[in-house]
């Protein structure tokens, strides 16, 4: 049974970081390219991040790009997003997700997902 845990989020200030993590398991982790994507209130959902399955690249949504970083340790079956500088908008649960098969940059339809973590961003 594929399995996604998400955790690492809170409450943080302005300007704040944060550490997500993903733990992956019942599945090949270091075979899944795997995605971040959030949804904040009254909204739908937003992608994020993606992290090809070797992490050798990755690719980030105009609005958190040169702020988040992934990482992935495909050893441990975790997965990483380095939030800093965070602001406001940040605000939603943010999960991580994957798919069988080619993922498009971008979509907000996977086949798995974690259970989301709650970041809230204080002004």
């Known amino acids: 049974e594929v399995r996604l845990v998400n955790s690492g989020g809170g409450l943080v200030q302005a300007g704040g970081s944060l550490r997500l993590s993903c733990a992956a398991s019942?599945?090949?982790?270091?075979?899944?390219?795997m995605n971040w994507v959030r949804q904040a209130p009254g909204k739908g959902p937003e992608w994020v991040s993606f992290?090809?399955?070797?992490?050798?690249?990755?690719y980030f949504a105009d609005s958190v790009k040169n702020r988040f970083s992934m990482s992935r340790d495909n050893d441990k079956n975790i997965l990483y997003l380095q939030m800093d500088n965070l602001k406001p908008e940040d605000t939603a649960v943010y999960y991580c997700?994957?798919?069988?098969?080619?993922?498009?940059?971008?979509?907000?339809?996977?086949?798995?997902w974690g259970q989301g973590t709650q970041v809230t961003v204080s002004s």
């Open positions: 992290i090809k399955s070797s992490g050798f690249s990755q």
């Open positions: 019942g599945f090949p982790f270091g075979k899944y390219d």
């Open positions: 997700a994957t798919s069988e098969g080619t993922m498009k940059l971008g979509m907000t339809e996977y086949d798995y």
